[in-house]
């Protein structure tokens, strides 16, 4: 290992790559989190753990634990993609239990657009590129905002209708720590600012 690397914890860190959600994002899940930990229960009786600012993201491509070797060239193929893709819009239509009606997560869902899948197929061409196997799961674009080891079948589904601004990917790093996973950022870019197509 060079010596540049040697700030990353292991040879095979756990990574993926999102989209940070800008401020204005943040402060409408603020308010969904409020509202939920008002409601009868506080949206479970096993204290759900809610999920931080740092933590909160949209999934882009999961790469699993990827040879720290590869990260330049990640880092490369990423940038490329940031500089060719515009900026684009999310619609989140509902905070429900994800991606199952007992499930452990509680996300706020986005309906898919051309924009944002093209946006998710050009990272998992990066994948290829790199030798790398997407995930063949087809994709449900969220952001969770809860988690809880019991389940969320007792949370009534909320409709929304919030637009999120798409304009950045971030390469993130999974990192185990006591109070469950942190999302440290390793790197990030602006998408171009062509707007939408």
């Known amino acids: 290992m060079e010596s540049g690397e040697k700030d990353t914890p292991t040879d095979t860190p756990r990574l993926f790559v999102g989209v940070r959600p800008d401020a204005r994002a943040q402060r409408f899940f603020d308010g969904l989190q409020a509202h939920c930990r008002s409601l009868p229960g506080a949206a479970g009786r096993h204290h759900p753990r809610w999920t931080g600012h740092a933590n909160r993201h949209l999934t882009l491509a999961f790469l699993g634990d990827t040879p720290a070797s590869l990260l330049p060239a990640l880092e490369e193929q ?32 986005l309906l898919t657009n051309p924009a944002l899948d093209r946006l998710h197929e050009g990272c998992r061409q990066v994948m290829r590129t790199l030798g790398m196997k997407p995930e063949s799961a087809t994709y449900r674009p969220h952001f969770t905002l809860a988690r809880n080891r019991r389940g969320f079948a007792g949370f009534e589904p909320i409709a929304l209708d919030f637009c999120v601004q798409l304009d950045n990917i971030v390469l993130y790093e999974s990192l185990l720590a006591p109070g469950g996973s942190q999302y440290q950022p390793l790197w990030e870019a602006q998408l171009c ?5």
Not at 193 to 197: N, Q
């Open 193 to 197: 600012d062509r707007g939408e197509e």
């Open 78 to 109: 990423l940038q490329q993609l940031a500089a060719s893709t515009p900026r684009c819009s999310g619609r989140i239509v509902a905070l429900a239990p994800f991606p199952q009606r007992r499930s452990r997560l509680l996300a706020a869902e």
